[in-house]
Each structure stands twice: as structure tokens, then as C-alpha cells.
């Protein structure tokens, strides 16, 4: 069975809940129209009582006499309108309960409202039959536009019971009638006339509760999204490796989403000690991965890597680049390049033991390598976007370049390259380039320096996530100052024991919103 569409999924729930509101509105509005049709009645039949027996007691008893005679069936007719009164008053009564009980669900409160309404026209007519009125109903049209004005009928709903009345009324006249057909056509033309103002009604608060509903609906379900991504962004901060502020070796980062998550990933773990004396530095992984697309769609197939990842070096904690490219090219090319998912990767090794960083770049933006000298110097991709031919097929390429003390190493995602100034101008990685050169000046916080630069370039809102990493080896035992990040996500610096592996899941960066 295929899978429902969104606009399916979206219409089904949007309907469920429109069905549970109307549920409580037909409640509370069935109650009220029951009680005030039945305070109408009630008044009709006190006002009937007092005006008899104001003939029977201050005009003349003889008239009040001849005025109960003159009920069709004479005091058997009397006892009928008594007997259909003590109805009325059980039926109000019944039908009050009823839409009180919870039991009923809307379909059946509905069909009660309906069965109410006829009952309603029922026992008018029959009461304009025994007391030989002529005419049309006119408390059926009055009961209707009550109806159509409480109860949340639609249009459609309005007119079921009136199936039924309009034919009944139309019996009533032919059955009673005096003046001929001319007047009888007459009186049933005025009865449909009447009932229009009801349907009317019926037409405009359905469609305006309509739109009010879909209002409300739509803004719940973007609080609800709100929240949602709130706890999903959580979750993927915690994903992202802690800064490395002390030691021989350091990174930072800065990292701005399009949305309030994103599809870069940054991973980064020390592989243990060499196996062959146990001893020394142990060499740094670095991993960034950009998802085509941007917000929850890509941020669920980030997670998904960041598994795999996890998985890959918990098997070979030793695993080079290549090996890491080639795996992650194998896993997004059997699971999600089958949805048009794929994803750029840059992997990258730094052993300062040997001053040598090994690399390999599947379709990924060329990373910056920056001399103590002030040489900026590029790493190019070297392979295949991951996902686009199969294992196989795939040759991560990598390449060995020396990574000395003072030596720094600058990688993004293809965010701060595409950023586009007012004349529809991207910056380029020519202009990245520049911009760090301009920045290697300073040698302190050089991700968030290339994200300001970014962000000055870039006209309105980002238009794909960008994430900046830095890696640098220090020279002797100088300290890398710390200076605030102005809200993004570079990070605070921290004290960490260089033979254990980055932590993830504490202390995360604020990512800038």
C-alpha cells in the first residue's frame, strides 16, 4: 500500500480535528436551541392559557367555551392538544439529556439535532391542523433560522430535515385548505421563501468558522513544529564535537544553519596511540559532511551518517581517510542516493608526530592550508560526490600534504562560498581565499572572522547552512587567546586530555540561529 501523501496526511488531520471541535460546539448549541425553542413554546402556550382564561373569567365564559369547540374534534381534540403538549415537555426533557451524554459522538448528535427539528415541525403542524389555522408554519421557519444560526450545520445539513417538513406542510394545506389551490401554492411558495434567510446563515458561519478553524489549526501546528525543532536541534547540537582550545593541536568552529537545523555535520575523534610503541600523539579525525537539501529532511540523514561514522571508527579506530570516504561513498550510495540524497565530505587525518595530514574530499568546496609564512595553499577535492557511483566504481584519492608548527587548516561547507551579495554576486572561493588572507593578520578565531566576513557579503538571509572549521597546530607553548564568538557557534574553549577522544553531547556550542 502506498504510503499517504503530506497533503493527504495534512487533510486527514485537519478534518479529525475540525470533527472533534464541531463535536463541542454541537454539544453546547444543541443544549441552547433545545432550551430556547423550548422557552418560544412555552411562552405560546402561557400566553394561549391566559387569554382563555381571561374569556372564561373577565369577558364571558360562553366565548371561552365556543373558543375550545371550536378545536377540530371539539373536547377530544382539547385533550389531544394537552396530551401532544405533555409530549413536547418529555421530548425537551429527553433531547437535553441527550446532548449531555458523552457517549454520543458527533454523527449521532447530529442525526438528533435533525430528528429534533422534524419532531419540532411535526407537532406544529399537527397543532395548526386542531385549532383550524390557516396558513403556513410559521414557527418552522422561526425554529429554523434559530437552527441554522446555534447549531454548526452546513448548508447541505440545513436542508435535510426540510425534506421532510415541506412535503408534510404541503399534505397539511391540501388536507385543510379553504380558499383553494391558488392560496395553498401561495402559502408552501412563502414557507420556501422564508426558509432561505436560515440557509443563508447556515452558509456564512460555516465558512467563516471554516477559515477561523484552519487559522487556528495552522498556527497550533506551527507552534507545535516550533517546539518540535526546538528538541530536534538539541539533538543535533549534540552531535557536533566540543572545541579544542589547549594543546599542540586545536580546532574550532562556527557553524550558522539556514534553518533552525541543518544538513552540515562536523565530527572530529582522536585515533588511540600508534599500535607500534603505544606512545606519542595520538593523530586527529576530522570529518565534514554537507547534505544536499536543508532543514529536517536533512538534518534525519545527518543523523543517519553520523551513525554509520560512529560505527566505522569503533571498528578501526585507525581508519585513514580513504578508508572513511570510501565507506560513507558505499552507505549513502545503497540507502539514500535512491531518494536523490547525497552528501560532499572532506576526511581528513592530522599526525603531528610525523607533521602530516592526510586527506580525501569527495566533491566537497577545497579547504585552505595556511603556512606560518603566510602561504595559503589549496586542497582540493580529490574524489566523487558520496552517493554518485558505487563502490566500485569509487577512488577516494587521498593526498598527504605536511602540516607544520604554526601551520593552520581552514574548511567549509559550500554555505560560505554561495553567499550572495545585493547584485546576485557569490563570494566565491577566490573571495574566501582573500578574506582569509586579510584575516591570517590577527591568527586568532579565524572560523568566526570567515563567518562575519560571510555575513557581510551575503544580502538578507542565508541561503544554505555554512559551516567554518579551523584546525592549526601551535608553535612551542603559546596561548591561543580567547575572545567572545558574538553568539555563534565557535564555541568556549576547554582543557582536554589530547589521548582521549573528542566528547560529543556536552557543553555543545550555541549555533546561531
Same mark, same amino acid.
Given at each position: !500500500?502506498?504510503?499517504?501523501?503530506?497533503?493527504?496526511?495534512?487533510?486527514? =488531520?485537519?478534518? %479529525?480535528?475540525?470533527?472533534?471541535?464541531?463535536?463541542?460546539?454541537?454539544?453546547?448549541?444543541?443544549? $441552547?436551541?433545545?432550551?430556547?425553542?423550548?422557552?418560544?413554546?412555552?411562552?405560546?402556550?402561557?400566553?394561549?392559557?391566559?387569554?382563555?382564561?381571561?374569556?372564561?373569567?373577565?369577558?364571558?365564559?360562553? *366565548?371561552? /367555551?365556543?373558543?375550545?369547540?371550536?378545536?377540530?374534534?371539539?373536547? $377530544?381534540? *382539547?385533550?389531544?392538544?394537552?396530551?401532544?403538549?405533555?409530549?413536547?415537555?418529555?421530548?425537551?426533557?429527553?433531547?437535553?439529556? %441527550?446532548?449531555?451524554?458523552?457517549?454520543? @459522538?458527533?454523527?449521532?448528535?447530529?442525526?438528533?439535532?435533525?430528528?429534533?427539528?422534524?419532531?419540532?415541525?411535526?407537532?406544529?403542524?399537527?397543532?395548526?391542523?386542531?385549532?383550524?389555522?390557516?396558513?403556513?408554519?410559521?414557527?418552522?421557519?422561526?425554529?429554523?433560522?434559530?437552527?441554522?444560526?446555534?447549531?454548526? $450545520?452546513?448548508?447541505?445539513?440545513?436542508?435535510?430535515?426540510?425534506?421532510?417538513?415541506?412535503?408534510? %406542510?404541503?399534505?397539511?394545506?391540501?388536507?385543510?385548505?379553504?380558499?383553494?389551490?391558488?392560496?395553498?401554492?401561495?402559502?408552501?411558495? +412563502?414557507?420556501?421563501?422564508?426558509?432561505?434567510?436560515?440557509?443563508?446563515?447556515? $452558509? +456564512?458561519?460555516?465558512?467563516?468558522?471554516?477559515?477561523?478553524?484552519? !487559522?487556528?489549526?495552522?498556527?497550533?501546528?506551527?507552534?507545535? *513544529?516550533?517546539?518540535?525543532?526546538?528538541?530536534?536541534?538539541?539533538?543535533?547540537?549534540?552531535?557536533?564535537?566540543?572545541?579544542? &582550545?589547549?594543546?599542540? +593541536?586545536?580546532? &574550532?568552529?562556527?557553524?550558522?544553519?539556514?534553518?533552525?537545523? #541543518?544538513?552540515?555535520?562536523?565530527?572530529?575523534?582522536?585515533?588511540?596511540?600508534?599500535?607500534?610503541?603505544?606512545?606519542?600523539?595520538?593523530?586527529?579525525?576530522?570529518?565534514?559532511? @554537507?547534505?544536499?537539501?536543508?532543514?529536517?529532511?536533512?538534518?534525519?540523514?545527518?543523523?543517519?551518517?553520523?551513525? /554509520?561514522?560512529?560505527?566505522?571508527?569503533?571498528?578501526?579506530?585507525?581508519?585513514?581517510? &580513504?578508508?572513511?570516504?570510501?565507506?560513507?561513498?558505499?552507505?549513502?550510495?545503497?540507502?539514500?542516493?535512491?531518494?536523490?540524497?547525497?552528501?560532499?565530505?572532506?576526511?581528513?587525518?592530522?599526525?603531528?608526530?610525523?607533521?602530516?595530514?592526510?586527506?580525501?574530499?569527495?566533491?566537497?568546496?577545497?579547504?585552505?592550508?595556511?603556512?606560518?609564512?603566510?602561504?595559503?595553499?589549496?586542497?582540493?577535492?580529490?574524489?566523487?560526490?558520496? #552517493?554518485?557511483?558505487?563502490?566500485?566504481?569509487? =577512488?577516494?584519492? *587521498?593526498?598527504?600534504?605536511?602540516?607544520?608548527?604554526?601551520?593552520?587548516?581552514?574548511?567549509?561547507? @559550500?554555505?560560505?562560498?554561495?553567499?550572495?551579495?545585493?547584485?546576485?554576486? !557569490?563570494?566565491?572561493?577566490?573571495?574566501?581565499?582573500?578574506?582569509?588572507?586579510?584575516?591570517?593578520?590577527?591568527?586568532? /578565531?579565524?572560523?568566526?572572522?570567515? +563567518?562575519?566576513?560571510?555575513?557581510?557579503?551575503?544580502?538578507?538571509?542565508?541561503? @544554505?547552512?555554512?559551516?567554518?572549521?579551523?584546525?592549526?597546530?601551535?608553535? #612551542?607553548?603559546?596561548?591561543?587567546? /580567547?575572545?567572545?564568538?558574538?553568539?555563534?557557534?565557535?564555541?568556549?574553549?576547554?582543557?582536554?586530555?589530547?589521548?582521549?577522544?573528542?566528547?560529543?553531547?556536552?557543553?555543545?556550542?550555541?549555533?546561531?540561529?
Amino acid at each position: !500500500m502506498p504510503a499517504p501523501s503530506q497533503s493527504h496526511a495534512y487533510t486527514t =488531520d485537519f478534518h %479529525q480535528e475540525f470533527a472533534a471541535d464541531t463535536l463541542k460546539l454541537l454539544r453546547r448549541r444543541f443544549l $441552547w436551541f433545545v432550551g430556547i425553542v423550548g422557552a418560544i413554546y412555552a411562552l405560546v402556550v402561557l400566553i394561549y392559557a391566559i387569554g382563555l382564561g381571561a374569556l372564561a373569567f373577565g369577558v364571558s365564559r360562553e *366565548m371561552a /367555551e365556543r373558543e375550545l369547540v371550536s378545536i377540530r374534534g371539539g373536547y $377530544w381534540g *382539547m385533550i389531544s392538544v394537552l396530551v401532544l403538549i405533555g409530549v413536547d415537555v418529555g421530548v425537551f426533557v429527553w433531547c437535553a439529556r %441527550q446532548a449531555t451524554l458523552r457517549r454520543n @459522538d458527533r454523527t449521532k448528535l447530529l442525526g438528533l439535532t435533525f430528528q429534533f427539528f422534524i419532531y419540532r415541525g411535526v407537532a406544529d403542524f399537527l397543532l395548526i391542523y386542531l385549532m383550524r389555522n390557516e396558513g403556513f408554519a410559521w414557527s418552522l421557519c422561526l425554529y429554523h433560522v434559530i437552527a441554522c444560526g446555534l447549531l454548526p $450545520w452546513t448548508p447541505a445539513q440545513a436542508l435535510r430535515p426540510l425534506f421532510f417538513l415541506l412535503p408534510l %406542510q404541503a399534505a397539511m394545506l391540501v388536507i385543510s385548505h379553504k380558499a383553494g389551490w391558488t392560496r395553498d401554492l401561495v402559502w408552501i411558495f +412563502l414557507t420556501i421563501i422564508f426558509l432561505l434567510p436560515g440557509l443563508l446563515i447556515a $452558509w +456564512l458561519k460555516t465558512t467563516r468558522r471554516m477559515g477561523e478553524f484552519k !487559522m487556528r489549526f495552522l498556527q497550533n501546528r506551527y507552534g507545535q *513544529m516550533r517546539r518540535e525543532l526546538v528538541d530536534a536541534r538539541r539533538i543535533h547540537e549534540a552531535l557536533f564535537p566540543k572545541p579544542i &582550545a589547549d594543546g599542540p +593541536l586545536c580546532f &574550532a568552529y562556527s557553524y550558522e544553519p539556514m534553518r533552525q537545523i #541543518g544538513g552540515d555535520y562536523l565530527y572530529a575523534r582522536f585515533s588511540p596511540p600508534p599500535i607500534e610503541t603505544g606512545e606519542g600523539e595520538p593523530a586527529l579525525n576530522i570529518l565534514l559532511i @554537507d547534505v544536499t537539501g536543508h532543514g529536517i529532511a536533512a538534518a534525519l540523514t545527518v543523523n543517519r551518517l553520523y551513525g /554509520e561514522v560512529e560505527r566505522l571508527f569503533a571498528e578501526d579506530p585507525y581508519a585513514s581517510p &580513504a578508508d572513511v570516504l570510501g565507506a560513507l561513498n558505499r552507505y549513502v550510495h545503497l540507502t539514500l542516493s535512491r531518494h536523490s540524497i547525497y552528501a560532499t565530505a572532506l576526511c581528513m587525518r592530522v599526525d603531528i608526530e610525523k607533521d602530516r595530514l592526510e586527506y580525501a574530499s569527495g566533491g566537497h568546496p577545497p579547504a585552505f592550508l595556511c603556512a606560518a609564512d603566510g602561504n595559503i595553499h589549496e586542497l582540493s577535492s580529490t574524489s566523487f560526490v558520496l #552517493g554518485a557511483v558505487g563502490p566500485g566504481d569509487y =577512488d577516494p584519492g *587521498m593526498v598527504e600534504v605536511r602540516l607544520m608548527p604554526g601551520d593552520s587548516v581552514i574548511a567549509y561547507t @559550500d554555505g560560505a562560498i554561495e553567499a550572495r551579495n545585493p547584485e546576485g554576486r !557569490m563570494l566565491g572561493v577566490l573571495g574566501l581565499q582573500k578574506a582569509l588572507a586579510s584575516c591570517l593578520c590577527g591568527r586568532a /578565531e579565524l572560523a568566526a572572522q570567515l +563567518l562575519m566576513v560571510v555575513e557581510q557579503h551575503r544580502s538578507g538571509p542565508p541561503e @544554505d547552512d555554512t559551516l567554518v572549521v579551523e584546525i592549526s597546530r601551535r608553535v #612551542g607553548g603559546l596561548v591561543v587567546e /580567547e575572545r567572545p564568538t558574538h553568539g555563534r557557534s565557535s564555541g568556549l574553549p576547554e582543557r582536554r586530555d589530547l589521548g582521549a577522544r573528542v566528547d560529543v553531547g556536552e557543553a555543545v556550542p550555541t549555533i546561531r540561529p
